[in-house]
T-cell receptor, first 115, second 114 residues
């Protein structure tokens, strides 16, 4: 079946540090890949996505590149801010429709950025 | 932008009560989902619906039921609330058909059962 493995947290960084959160997946074919962010007390928001190999998703300074050779979709940001403190979820959507309508989520990675 | 609205942000209910969590989306999405989120367990799918009056069990349906009488509304029902159902509940909706479409989530309902 499909699965998503995320880097264990929590991750604590100082402001302006470089961020990488690792995500690898197992799926049949070439799924679409997503990063979601959850701020304290809120629901999840779509941060970025990539729908085919070598695509790069980007938003708010965050980037992730769909690497089919390593089945990975690592999240990066060059300089984090205190406001980036949140939980980050990697997710995949199978390429087929039909019964496989739901996303598969990773377990989430808590990021804390200190001033 | 698609909006998914959950009727309550915080809810406190007593053990044994019947509890209704409501979710409404405004973009004509066919697919709707209910998850619960607990520390250390991530997101777990309770039920989902791919059309009006259609429903399918997710990974943890026990103790829950759902109702989808109209396309825009998907209700989660706790038939007899128990303390182990204290959790954050998240509703989401999505266009059908697959790969390119992610979910749009509501803000969540934090339910406490006492």
């Amino acid at each position: 079946g499909n699965s998503v493995t995320q880097m264990e947290g929590p991750v604590t960084l100082s402001e302006e540090a470089f961020l990488t959160i690792n995500c690898t997946y197992t799926a049949t074919g070439y799924p679409s890949l997503f990063w979601y962010v959850q701020y304290p007390g809120e629901g999840l928001q779509l941060l970025l996505k990539a729908t085919k190999a070598d695509d790069k998703g980007s938003n708010k300074g965050f980037e992730a590149t769909y690497r089919k050779e390593t089945t990975s979709f690592h999240l990066e940001k060059g300089s984090v801010q205190v406001s980036d403190s949140a939980v980050y979820f990697c997710a995949l959507s199978p390429i087929s429709s039909g019964s496989a309508r739901q996303l598969t989520f990773g377990s989430g990675t808590q990021l804390t950025v200190l001033p | 932008d698609v909006k998914v609205t959950q009727s309550s942000r915080y809810l406190v209910k007593r053990t044994g009560e019947k509890v209704f969590l409501e979710c409404v989306q405004d973009m004509d999405h066919e697919n709707m989902f209910w998850y619960r989120q607990d520390p250390g367990l991530g997101l777990r799918l309770i039920y989902f619906s791919y059309d009006v009056k259609m429903k399918e069990k997710g990974d943890i349906p026990e103790g829950y039921s759902v109702s989808r009488e109209k396309k825009e509304r998907f209700s989660l029902i706790l038939e007899s609330a128990s303390t182990n159902q204290t959790s954050m509940y998240l509703c989401a909706s999505r266009l059908p058909g697959g790969g390119d479409y992610g979910y749009t989530f509501g803000s969540g309902t934090r339910l406490t059962v006492v």
